[in-house]
């Protein structure tokens, strides 16, 4: 039987979180709940992001799901375990790959870096994570602002964002780095600009596959095929859904998720 699925983001972040259950799971039903009215979450108070939160949840309760997908770190770390307390389906939260990165570098002594929002790197969860996990040490974060700003502008020009990473990576030493963690849903947008910048030896991990693997499992789902990017067509199981309910919204939606088809990693 058919799942109904909502994926749910601050704006387009979650789109990569979609983008890879999509290709597994192509035949779901699925809804991608965006708060448009509100995005960014990164750079506003912890209070003003939870209340937003639970304003959208509630909304797309309403939408009748079988599982909803905080398809944000930022979301998950001020408010799934009270969300998890409210509903009764399963709800699934994301967090930066951090302890697969660590493990994936623990025998080559290689340091890992966290990219991630300041909010996100401000919360206890974070840190917790980090401290649960980095027992060498090795783990450092940087955070990116502007990369949110410039995704929910659709601005993906490769030469620009690129000088971009090279100005937030020219006090870096590269070849110190094993695995780069993108710790924000919006970020994989830049994976394949970032590949260009950094040194072939540098892994690009974000946590999406873990997220997806975890809504396999509560849902009982299995993989219908795997569909590689750009071959899923125009995605006419995706309802998508914002805050603002404009009608331009989803058609930044739409766009966004194409471009993921074409260039995803």
Known sequence: MTKKI???DSGIGGLTVLHRALQQFPDESYIYYADTSHVPYGTKSVDEVRRYIFACVE?????????????CNTATSLAVHDLRSMYEIPIIGMEPAVKPAVEMNRDNGKRVLVFATALTLSQTKYNELVSRVDDEHRVDSLALPELVEWCEQLQFDSSSIAAYFRSKLS???????GTVVMGCTHYPFYSSILRTVLPDHVQIVDGSAGTVSQLKRRLGLQTQSQVGSGELGLQENVNFLSSSGRTEEQDKMRKALQYLNENAL
């Open 6 to 8: 909502a994926f749910y």
């Open 59 to 71: 909304a797309i309760i309403r939408e009748r799901v079988d599982a909803i997908v905080i398809a």
């Open 171 to 177: 006090n870096l030493d590269l070849e110190q780095y």
